[in-house]
Every structure is written in structure tokens, then in C-alpha cells.
């Protein structure tokens, strides 16, 4: 079966850090670009990040720049995405998505809670 995982999530105090994963089962991410996309109770999913499938290229929403990293190893067929200095409107539930050509894949999301 295909699918892409996310773990990582978590409730973490403001401030804190958390490492979301978002592994690859039954294909190979090498040549997939991916992205983490984030949805919040009552607002639109939207874009957090994304790198290229070599890893060369990366981006940020504005909201994240400086805080979150987005990295990938493709050896471990697995996608990152190390956040800091979290705040409560980071609170979402996290999505990594697979593109490549026509082919894409979604995960089912990780809950990330930042509260105190």
C-alpha cells in the first residue's frame, strides 16, 4: 500500500520545539517534491513548507521563516520539518504531501497543541 505517515506531533508549552517525520511506505520519495501543510480548527489548510526533491530548494511561509527547518533523507525515505521557538498559532494539525508529475500522496495529519 502507498502512503505517507507523519509522527511527531505533540503538546509542547510555547516556546518549545517539535520534529515532525513524514516517512514514505511502498514508494520511494527520491524523486518527489514534499510539502508540510497545516489546518487549524475552522481556518483553510494552508502551506508551511516544502523542499525540492533533491533537497537544493526550500521555502517558508513568512509565519515560519527563522523557526522552522525542512529537511529530507532520502535513505531513511523520510521528510522533516524541526520547529522552534513554537507559539500558540502554530497549534494545527500537520500534513506532508507528495508530488511528483501527476502522482500525489497526502498523509493523514499529526496533531501539534502548543499551549502552557
Known amino acids: 500500500q502507498l502512503q505517507l505517515v507523519e509522527s511527531g506531533g505533540g503538546l509542547v508549552q510555547p516556546g518549545g520545539s517539535l520534529r515532525l517525520s513524514c516517512a514514505a511506505s511502498?514508494?520511494?520519495?527520491?524523486?518527489?517534491?514534499i510539502g508540510w501543510f497545516r489546518q487549524a480548527p475552522g481556518k483553510e489548510r494552508e502551506g508551511v513548507s516544502c523542499i525540492s526533491s533533491s533537497g537544493g530548494y526550500t521555502n517558508y511561509a513568512d509565519s515560519v521563516k527563522g523557526r522552522f527547518t525542512i529537511s529530507r533523507d532520502n535513505a531513511k525515505n523520510t521528510v522533516y520539518l524541526q520547529m522552534n521557538s513554537l507559539k500558540p498559532e502554530d497549534t494545527a494539525v500537520y500534513y506532508c504531501?507528495?508530488?511528483?508529475?501527476?502522482?500525489?500522496?497526502w498523509g493523514q495529519g499529526t496533531q501539534v497543541t502548543v499551549s502552557s
Open positions: 504531501k507528495a508530488v511528483r508529475l501527476g502522482w500525489i500522496y
Open positions: 511502498g514508494f520511494t520519495l527520491d524523486y518527489y517534491a
